[in-house]
């Protein structure tokens, strides 16, 4: 069991920056990929980035490549997104979830447990 609880949301200007955390609990954290999703007003949740039980292997949306940072730290049970030069289009519920395996995947149904979510705002 991991229960996670995502923070850092809000609202920011086009071209800011904000960094997403995400605490788990459970002693299976450090075994697991561990994602981030993000789900917009009528729209489906999408993928945002992955990354591996070590932290070796990261994977990225097209659309977040190169602005968007994924990390984790297993000695403390978090797992971090670093958002730089945001779009509008970046506004939507950001969750954290831990998946099923240890290499990281961009498919949701491969993610056993979810958090909260936590809005992020970017205005123009």
């Known amino acids: 069991q ?8 809000g609202l920011v200007q086009a071209g800011g920056s904000l960094r997403l955390s995400c605490a788990a609990s459970g002693r299976t954290f450090s075994s697991v990929a561990m994602g981030w ?3 917009a007003p009528g729209k489906d ?6 990354i ?13 490549k190169g602005r968007f940072t994924i990390s984790r730290d297993n000695a403390k049970n ?3 997104l670093q958002m730089n030069s945001l779009k509008p289009e970046d506004t939507a ?7 099923k395996f240890a290499l ?14 936590t809005q992020v705002t970017v205005s123009s």
């Open 45 to 50: 949740r999408d993928f945002v980035a992955a």
């Open 93 to 99: 519920v950001y969750y954290c979830a831990a998946n």
């Open 52 to 64: 591996s039980y070590s932290g070796g292997d990261t994977s990225y949306a097209d659309s977040v």
């Open 2 to 9: 991991v229960h996670l609880v995502e923070s850092g949301g």
């Open 104 to 117: 990281q995947t961009i498919l949701s149904r491969d993610y056993i447990y979810w958090g909260q979510g």
């Open 37 to 39: 999703f993000r789900q």
């Open 78 to 80: 978090m797992v971090n």
